[in-house]
């Protein structure tokens, strides 16, 4: 079946360093893939997606490419803010119209200090 | 603010117990989602309405069930409480056109003592 791995955390990171976690996935078809944030406490919010490969969906300085060829949908940024503190869900999506359950990575936390 | 709501926001109770949770989608949104997500299994997808039938189902147990109403607000009954029943429920809704993008909501936080 469908199955996506992100990176363990925690990861801590001081305050402007770069930011990479890791998501691969396994999946038939050409599914759409996509970031979750949960901040402390709140529910999840979408952050980015990519609908085909070589997409790359971006927001608030985050960037992740869609990668057929590794699988791959990497969540960078260049520089993070202690605001940026949460858990990140990388998850996929069949695009199999109106029965579309998301299958979602275990979530990565990212713990940015001063 | 997604549009989404959920209701209640904590809900504590006994093992053995039943309980109901409830969601109202965003206005206009023909599709629910519930899914769980516990310290040891993530976040799973439990079950899918789409404008008021079944369309998906995933890792739901048999002592669980849940339905959609005419006015498109949707409810996830657990029975039989048990202590790993313990977890926070979400529910999203999409919208009826492409890409089906999934919108939460904040969750319930289900306590079973």
């Known amino acids: 079946g469908d199955s996506v791995t992100q990176m363990e955390g925690p990861v801590t990171l001081s305050e402007e360093a770069c930011l990479t976690i890791?998501?691969?996935?396994?999946?038939?078809?050409?599914?759409?893939l996509f970031w979750y944030v949960q901040y402390p406490g709140e529910g999840l919010q979408l952050l980015l997606k990519?609908?085909?490969?070589?997409d790359k969906g971006s927001n608030k300085g985050f960037e992740a490419t869609y990668r057929k060829e590794t699988t791959s949908f990497h969540l960078e940024k260049g520089s993070v803010q202690v605001s940026d503190s949460a858990v990140y869900f990388c998850?996929?999506?069949?695009?199999?119209?109106?029965?579309?359950?998301?299958?979602f990575g275990t979530g990565t936390r990212l713990q940015v200090t001063l | 603010d997604s549009g989404v709501t959920q209701t209640p926001k904590h809900l504590i109770t006994a093992t053995g117990q039943r309980v109901t949770l409830r969601c109202s989608p965003r206005?206009?949104?023909?599709?629910v989602y519930w899914y769980q997500q516990s310290l040891d299994q993530g976040l799973q997808f439990l079950i899918q309405?789409?404008?008021?039938?079944?369309?998906a189902k995933g890792n739901i147990l048999e002592r669980f069930s849940a339905q959609q109403f005419p006015d498109l607000h949707s409810e996830l009954n657990l029975s039989s409480l048990e202590l790993g029943d313990s977890a926070l429920y979400f529910c999203?809704?999409?919208?009826?056109?492409?890409?089906?993008?999934?919108?939460f909501g904040p969750g319930t936080r289900l306590t079973v003592t």
């Open positions: 999203a809704s999409t919208s009826a056109e492409e890409p089906y993008e999934q919108y």
């Open positions: 890791n998501c691969t996935y396994t999946a038939t078809g050409y599914p759409s």
């Open positions: 990519a609908t085909k490969a070589d």
């Open positions: 998850a996929l999506k069949k695009n199999t119209g109106t029965a579309s359950k998301l299958t």
């Open positions: 206005s206009g949104d023909l599709s």
């Open positions: 309405y789409y404008n008021g039938e079944e369309r």
